[in-house]
């Protein structure tokens, strides 16, 4: 079982910044990509950005630029999302997720507010 816990969502003004982080725990498989994905009221849940355990990075066409998500080196299983730049748009709810590369399996977080509001 893995489990995966986010924090530092928030309320945040159109340009501001916020850093999401995530630390998974449990029995968490040996190679695996994290990343997040986010949820707008009435949308669907799309990808944000994700990291390999190799450090190969992948964004959102909408998030290249502002948003970068890196590792914990010196800690397992634990990524932060940078949000620069933000936008009324990036309002959603942010699901930092696990994702096992030899079983497939996906392990996803609770979720954490983000608000850009004015």
């Known amino acids: 079982q893995v489990q995966l816990v986010e924090s530092g969502g928030g309320l945040v003004q159109p340009g501001g910044s916020l850093r999401l982080s995530c630390a998974a725990s449990?029995?968490?498989?040996?190679?695996?990509?994290m990343g997040w994905n986010r949820q707008a009221p009435g949308k669907q849940r799309e990808l944000v950005a994700q990291?390999?355990?190799?450090?190969?990075?992948?964004y959102a066409d909408s998030v290249k630029g502002r948003f970068t998500i890196s590792r914990d080196n010196a800690k397992n299983a634990v990524v932060y999302l940078q949000m620069n730049s933000l936008k009324p748009e990036d309002t959603a709810v942010y699901y930092c997720?696990?994702?096992?590369?030899?079983?497939?399996?996906?392990?996803w977080g609770q979720g954490t507010q983000v608000t850009v509001s004015s």
């Open positions: 990291i390999s355990n190799g450090g190969t990075t992948n």
């Open positions: 449990g029995s968490i498989c040996s190679i695996y990509t």
């Open positions: 997720n696990l994702r096992c590369w030899v079983s497939s399996a996906v392990y």
